[in-house]
């Protein structure tokens, strides 16, 4: 018999939102919780060394915790000319976990000597499904674009503020909700999910 309850590894309203709309509007009537479900269950330390491996770890022990198929991502921003750093490293860039004016700020820094045509950059996302006989798979979302010299918008966080989308000619920050949702790394790998939920999940 196929599960019906889905757990996303996440204490974050919002991104348990996101991910219900996504597979509401693909028709899959699976029922969708958070990490708040499961108060009991303490956090997993992201001890991988890549997106897919930190997605993974969340999914794989929610999965054998629950005893219920589960989701976790993991994301960052990835700047092409510092060799993808920050990268698993983005929020804790300056050192202190989730400080994300000081992230922001140290990197600018780093990148002030670097002219456009070589600030290309992208937010990569992996989402990860796990199931508790141990069957997993993962999809991944990228957003293109440009780092800006200083911030701009005071929508989003992290490095939204100098994050331009390739085409666009604003930063992430500066989009509504809807327009970052409909080009984020993040939608567009829960969006790669929907076949393997109706393949694994039912």
Known sequence: ?????????????????????ILADA??????????????????RETGVTFAENALLKAH??????????VADDSG????????????????????HGD?????????????????????????????????????????GRLLGTLRFEPHGANGFGYDPILQPLGESRTCAELTAEEKNAISHRGLAFRALVPVVRELVG
């Open 1 to 21: 018999m196929p599960h019906t309850r889905l757990v996303l590894a996440t204490r974050n309203a919002h991104k348990v939102a996101e991910l219900h709309a």
């Open 27 to 44: 028709g899959l009537g699976v029922e969708l919780v958070g990490a708040d479900a499961y108060p009991e269950i303490p956090d997993v």
């Open 61 to 70: 022990a929610l999965a054998q915790a629950t005893g219920l198929p589960a």
């Open 77 to 96: 921003l990835c700047v092409d000319v510092l060799g993808g750093a920050p990268g698993i490293f983005s929020a804790r860039w300056a050192g202190k």
């Open 100 to 140: 994300d004016r000081a992230n922001l700020e140290l990197l600018l820094a780093q990148l002030s000597d670097i002219d456009t045509p070589h600030r290309a950059a992208h937010f990569m996302c992996a989402a990860a499904l796990a199931l508790p006989d141990g069957t997993e798979r993962v999809v991944e």
